[in-house]
């Protein structure tokens, strides 16, 4: 059964600091999705990470994949308010027909 | 403009009631999900669909149905069976290129009355 852990469940940082987001996994994959949601609102893809040693930018937030450590990094750079949100990762072990979403990490960004 | 229509956003089920939720997508997507997100929590997949006339379960299909007899549509009916229905609904959607994120719908808000 696959398991996908995020770390941490809860973070709050102050505005202008760095911080990553840990996703772990149990079974090999190479299919990795970032999501981010809103309180009482919908799911927004962020990043998709197709293959190990993939990195995508946008804005101030990062993703990396490694296959290898089954781990997925979400880094945040100077964070902003706007970016408080939950984040999840979600993880496609079937070719691309399912995924299965870690717990979500709920990011609270303070002034 | 492309998208995922859910509707209602709200519902209410009373005891031994069967209700359904709509969600209907012009994307032109071959596949379409069911998920329910209880509060604190990550999405659990209900149901999927990769193609027309075709469904299989998901971790948690027990007390639901659904159909997809057109491939814009796949309603999900909530049973009488499933004891605790109360939590937020998400319907999503995906191209059959493996390289596409699946895109969601703005989720139905089920409780119990």
């Known amino acids: 059964e696959l398991k996908v852990e995020q770390n941490p469940l809860f973070l709050s940082m102050q505005e202008e600091k760095n911080y990553t987001i840990y996703c772990n996994y149990s079974t090999t994959s190479d299919r990795l999705y970032w999501y981010r949601q809103d309180p009482g609102k919908s799911l927004e893809s962020l990043f998709v990470l197709l293959s190990n040693g993939a990195v995508k930018q946008e804005g101030r937030l990062m993703a990396s994949l490694d296959t290898k450590a089954r781990l997925s990094t979400l880094h945040i750079t100077a964070a902003v308010h706007d970016l408080s949100a939950t984040y999840f990762c979600a993880v496609d072990i079937w070719s691309g027909s399912r995924l299965t979403f870690g717990e979500g990490t709920q990011l609270t960004v303070n002034p | 403009d492309g998208g995922i229509t859910q509707s209602p956003k709200y519902l209410f089920r009373k005891e031994g009631q069967n209700v359904t939720l709509s969600c209907e997508q012009n994307?032109?997507?071959?596949?379409m999900y069911w998920y329910r997100q209880d509060p604190g929590q990550g999405l659990r997949l209900i149901y999927y669909s990769q193609i027309v006339n075709d469904f299989q379960k998901g971790d948690i299909a027990e007390g639901y149905s659904v159909s997809r007899e057109k491939k814009e549509s796949f309603p999900l009916t909530v049973t009488s069976a499933q004891k605790n229905p109360t939590a937020f609904y998400l319907c999503?959607?995906?191209?059959?290129?493996?390289?596409?994120?699946?895109?969601f719908g703005d989720g139905t808000r089920l409780s119990i009355l």
């Open positions: 999503a959607s995906k191209t059959g290129a493996s390289n596409q994120p699946q895109h």
């Open positions: 994307l032109n997507h071959d596949a």
